[in-house]
């Protein structure tokens, strides 16, 4: 069953989705970009607010695709006792230089999820050197939130080409960006592990606003139904 990733960007929003029983609690700062960080110290205070009662991911910011400066991030955010990390590979052809970087990383069991985006012509070859280097998952999102969802940016065959790439490869896979409650019903056909959602979750569908309760039961009850 495809689970729900909830991007949240504070500890009153993390008790929130908590309560709701979304399955992933993904910490991001939408005002600072796709993949904004969040503080480490607030990182902290969440992962330790949530006390293992939910596997919580972790967004580094988006960063440049320099392998050391996203080698010491991810180091960083390591030691806040996130289960997921999330990496944004941003159109670069370095990807291969920053992901045998990371490979050292992944041996000390460092559950890595390399962020892909779908507006941005991701080569996803990348897939099979992800699960070489001991990568946890992927998943597809949208730099730019004005192009619209997901579904708009990226074609049914290569979001479906995506997920069989993925799981082919026994890597945990995600699709987001600008996802709502109608993307859900064509996104499951696909079976992705999981839907990762901010926008939807927000008052007036504004990523920078504050989260919902009502439209975060709305998506899982959603998802629960199908
Ligand atoms: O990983 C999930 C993302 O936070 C989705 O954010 P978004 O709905 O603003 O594109």
């Excluded at 779908?118 to 992927?138: C, R, Y």
């Excluded at 890597?171 to 990762?196: N, V």
């Amino acid at each position: 069953m495809t689970k729900m990733l909830a991007s949240v960007n504070s500890v009153e929003e993390a008790l929130v989705v908590l309560q709701e029983n979304v399955d992933i609690i993904d910490l991001k700062q939408p005002a600072l970009g796709a993949l904004g960080a969040l503080d480490i110290a607030l990182v902290k205070a969440i992962v330790a607010t949530i006390n293992n009662r939910c596997p919580v991911s972790a967004t580094i910011g988006d960063l440049p695709m320099q392998a050391q400066l996203i080698f010491n991030a991810v180091q960083t955010m390591a030691e806040t006792g996130v289960e997921y990390i999330k990496i944004g590979f941003f159109p670069d052809n370095n990807w291969q230089t920053i992901i045998d970087k990371l490979s050292g990383l992944t041996q000390n069991n460092l559950a890595l999820i390399a962020v892909l985006f779908a507006d941005g012509q991701p080569d996803l070859s990348v897939i099979h050197a992800l699960k070489n280097a001991g990568f946890t998952g992927v998943m597809l999102d949208t730099m730019d939130k004005k192009n619209g969802s997901l579904s708009q940016v990226m074609s049914k065959n290569t979001l479906q080409h995506f997920v069989h790439l993925a799981k082919n490869q026994q890597l945990l896979c995600g699709l987001a960006g600008s996802l709502t409650l109608q993307d859900i019903p064509d996104l499951l056909i696909y079976q992705p592990d999981y839907l990762g959602f901010r926008g939807a979750l927000c008052e007036q569908h504004n990523r920078t606003s504050q989260l919902n309760r009502q439209s975060t039961k709305l998506i899982k009850q959603a998802l629960a139904r199908c």
